[in-house]
């Protein structure tokens, strides 16, 4: 039970920092929101998370038995990109706003999760390096463990895309800017926590 709360913490955590950075996937939340409402988050979340089912299965299903052999070297890049990911957001923390450009709604925002997240170069990065070297570690372990990551993961994209359609639709601030830096200031500590951690493990 610990290993499994642990995961969960370290995934959710982690996925939170992802979340929480401006980039296309929260643009596209922000621009489906004109459409759809609350509705919005949980549906581009979801386009987002069937991407990540689709590279999921590809490591279990296979992928996994050759990244086998490359575990320590996956395991050391992945720890050091969460140092590097983790200082790069302490530093972005002290100057991010919440505000993204607000343009024309978007047809389908199932769609628009999934073309954002193929589209983006950060979440290529991030599954070669944290993502792959999580799972690997959770694979280990067991299969399981593999898959308390996964919901972790998507418990911190769906919670926070939803808090973002969900104010918008009602037309409310989500976070004061000052509270939101400090958030994703401490989400970066833990990313840098976490890789020194990858780094001792590997």
């Not at 990911?85 to 923390?93: A, D, H, N, P, R």
């Not at 694979?139 to 895309?161: E, P, Q, S, T, Y």
């Not at 926590?193 to 780094?199: D, R």
Request: charged content about 10%; overall charge neutral; hydrophobic content about 55%.
């Amino acid at each position: 039970m610990y290993e499994i709360l642990q995961m969960l913490f370290m995934a959710f955590t982690i996925g939170l920092t992802g979340a929480l950075a401006p980039g296309p996937t929260l643009v596209a939340t922000v621009n489906s929101s004109l459409k759809d409402g609350w509705t919005a988050g949980p549906k581009v979340a979801a386009g987002h998370a069937l991407v990540e089912t689709l590279i999921f299965l590809l490591i279990i299903g296979g992928l996994a038995d050759v990244m086998q052999g490359y575990s320590r070297a996956i395991a050391l890049v992945g720890g050091l990109a969460l140092i590097i990911f983790g200082i790069m957001t302490v530093k972005g923390s002290q100057s991010a706003t919440m505000a993204v450009w607000q343009g024309q709604a978007v047809g389908n925002a199932y769609l628009a999760g999934v073309i954002t997240s193929m589209a983006n170069p950060y979440f290529w990065i991030w599954w070669l390096s944290i993502g792959s070297a999580l799972v690997l570690s959770g694979l280990k372990v067991g299969l399981i463990m593999a898959a308390i990551f996964m919901i972790g993961h998507w418990a911190a994209d769906f919670g926070w895309l939803i808090l973002v359609s969900s104010s918008l639709d009602r037309g409310r601030s989500i976070l004061s800017e000052t509270n939101y830096r400090r958030i994703l200031g401490i989400c970066g500590g833990f990313l840098v926590c976490f890789g020194i951690y990858f780094l001792s493990a590997a």
